[in-house]
């Protein structure tokens, strides 16, 4: 028979694991990603959490024949910018649950089966 998960261990390394998740959080505000796209003509700062904090275009980069082009920059500096943010996020929070639901992550509630 297997042995019974400890409540209040758990409760307790639950409530561990949600602070340190607020404070994943908030530390994510504090920090930048930066993202280019065309050799650097355009740049992009977007916090961890999501916030588009800087748009940067080179005044080369703005050809009034060619608008197209540099929507085009704009735009891949930014999903860059977001994919690098999101991935620090993920990052962040994985350290702060301690990989939950990953290997080693819940098994040391003593949970049945994890």
Known sequence: ???????????????????????AQEQLKDLEVE???GGG?????????????????DPQAVDP???EML????LA????ALR????LAASKMQGATGGLGGAGGLGGLGL???
Request: hydrophobic share 40%.
């Open 77 to 80: 500096a930014t999903n860059e």
């Open 65 to 67: 024949e060619d608008v």
């Open 84 to 87: 690098s943010a999101q991935e």
């Open 35 to 37: 993202a280019s796209a």
């Open 41 to 57: 003509m355009v740049t992009v700062k977007v916090t961890g959490d999501l916030e588009l904090r800087e748009v940067r275009i």
């Open 112 to 114: 049945p089966g994890l």
């Open 71 to 74: 929507q085009d920059m704009v």
């Open 1 to 23: 028979m297997p042995k019974q998960p400890n409540m209040q261990q758990m409760m307790k390394q639950v409530q561990e694991m949600q602070a340190e998740m607020m404070k």
